[in-house]
């Protein structure tokens, strides 16, 4: 199943009094890179939540936020700054004293300090939350994998056509070059006849015959480019990724596209090969967004 490498999900899950929310975010990567942001109290879950991605994810980055939203009562705890209150008490006494003010300092004084009350740390039970922070990085992949499948089916029709289109322009080459075939005979000919009209030198009539022969074969490359296009719409419509196999066959289209340009001897050929170079630019854009 050819899938994109792009996407975007969202999950969470509830139970026992906890609840996650887990985003997930994805890019083009030539691998499989996960990048996670864990609360202090999940870091232990990092090896399982990677373990959980590669089951499902073959090729790119992804970004996982995980958020602990909501943890039981009785596991709730608030820590008093009390260095912080009496700072600020010394500090409001000396303030009454100097400006000589009557009122008394109050507790919701106090209560205004920023950072006076922070909650405290939690000891989870890895065993505990595992099940329920699961459920909601698998409810985030699910809609993640499912915008990836949908963006890369967009992408494999895309591919499709780019490569019917390229099918098409390796007939005209295969016709064009058929004429530049015939071009080349008449060529030899005119060669024949202006060598034999003076002195005869047979070395010099070897050389240019073989010489024209070899730039007009390109035969055995629109053979190897056909081949190659037929192994690029298969692996298109396998079940596996198949991302990094189709950029290698289109480098090696690359490879018989510019072998047939530097053989091309005629203008109408090498037009051909131009054009065919701007459609595999465009294949090879599309492939880097292929997992």
């Known amino acids: 199943m ?3 490498m792009t996407g975007y999900g969202r999950g969470s899950s509830s139970q026992d009094g906890f609840t996650f929310i887990a985003e997930l975010r994805s890019v083009n990567h030539r691998y499989a890179d996960f990048a996670l942001r864990l ?3 999940l870091y232990s879950l990092e090896d399982r939540i990677k373990k959980q991605l590669q089951e499902s994810i073959k090729r790119g980055r992804v970004e996982v936020n995980l958020v602990l939203d909501e943890i039981p009562a009785g596991l709730r705890q608030v820590k008093v700054n009390y260095d912080l209150a009496k700072d600020y008490y010394r500090s409001l006494e000396q303030l009454s004293s100097r400006l000589q003010l009557s009122d008394q300092i109050k507790i919701e004084h106090l209560l205004q300090v920023p950072e006076l009350f922070k909650p405290a740390g939690v000891t989870l039970d890895e065993e505990e939350v595992w099940p329920i922070a699961r459920a909601a990085i698998q409810d985030a992949l699910e809609q993640l994998l ?4 949908v963006e890369g089916e967009n992408l494999c029709r895309d591919l499709m056509e780019r490569c019917d289109h390229l099918e098409e322009m390796v007939e005209s080459a295969s016709n064009t070059a058929e004429l530049a075939k015939e071009d080349c005979r008449r060529r030899m000919e005119q060669k024949f006849e202006e060598l034999l009209v003076g002195k005869f030198e047979e070395t010099r009539l070897l050389m240019e015959s073989a010489l024209l022969v070899e730039r007009m074969g390109v035969d055995e490359e629109l053979v190897r480019l056909k081949s190659h296009i037929e192994a690029f719409r298969s692996n298109l419509s396998g079940i596996d990724p198949a991302g990094r196999k189709l950029d290698f066959i289109a480098q ?3 490879r018989e596209v510019n072998t047939i340009g530097s053989k091309a001897g005629d203008y109408r050929l090498t037009n051909v090969v131009v054009d065919m170079k701007a459609e ?3 294949i ?3 492939i880097q967004n292929l997992e």
């Open 280 to 282: 595999l630019e465009k």
């Open 146 to 149: 499912n915008q990836r499948q």
């Open 284 to 286: 090879r854009e599309q």
């Open 39 to 41: 609360p202090r109290e």
């Open 2 to 4: 050819i899938r994109s």
């Open 252 to 254: 090696e289209m690359f």
